[in-house]
């Protein structure tokens, strides 16, 4: 069977002084997947270039950023799912022609069931740069736990405005998205609340923004309906 693994959009903001580039979760600890089965890394087949994470949300689908995939083609990503450490090559990954087969190494996380409710811990996973040097991606999956801000509060200490559709998670000075952490996700109660959207590299002070997964439910589950009868074999 070969059903295409549609890689969903989602937003991407943009603004002067802060990219969502590819920015290793910056100040965070080592983590195995089993812990985090939903946790995707998104790379390049051709050069197998590591660029963003994404979470699984389904057999058929993987969330990540829209700035993430917006310069590709979907035939020339490859999704890695079901390994802590993150060993790319031309063998390993799966193209975007088949499902994922769900077990302690690869599952789904739930899609936001309500919006998220101020203050709340959420957990971020990702492959992206400890540190801010040039360099390549972590090996090992990371993870950094972060408290979660309202729009009205985020706009109060960035530089710019959020939208409504977007939100900011905050631990401390030396903790947080980095390079390579778009399109990864911030999990509160096993739901994906956010994606690494924006942030400010690495770890500033600044909250890093997500968007928020809430207010495109519709979307997603429009993204996702074609396939939900189809059964992954
Ligand atoms: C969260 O905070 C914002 C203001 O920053 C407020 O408008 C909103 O009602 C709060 N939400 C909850 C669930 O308390």
Known sequence: MSYRLTILLCLALYSSDIQGKKLRIYGGEDVTIQDYPYSAALAKISNEYF????????????????????QYQYF?????????????????????????????????????SSNFINYSIGILTGWGRTDTHEGDHSEILQKATMKLYSVPECNQVLPFLLHDEQLCAFNRVGVGACIGDS????????????????????????PDVFTNVYKYLNFITREMYDMNSVVCT
């Open 76 to 112: 020339e990503i490859k999704v890695y799912v079901g390994s802590t450490r993150l060993a790319i090559t031309a063998e390993s990954g799966y193209r975007l022609q088949r499902c994922i087969r769900f077990n302690q190494f690869r599952n789904k996380i739930d899609l936001p």
């Open 183 to 206: 399109g990864s996700p911030l999990v509160v109660n096993q739901e994906v609340v956010g994606i690494t959207s924006l942030l400010r590299p690495c770890a500033t002070g600044v």
């Open 51 to 70: 660029f963003c994470g994404g979470s699984i949300i389904s057999n058929w689908h993987i969330l990540t950023a829209a700035h993430c995939i917006e």
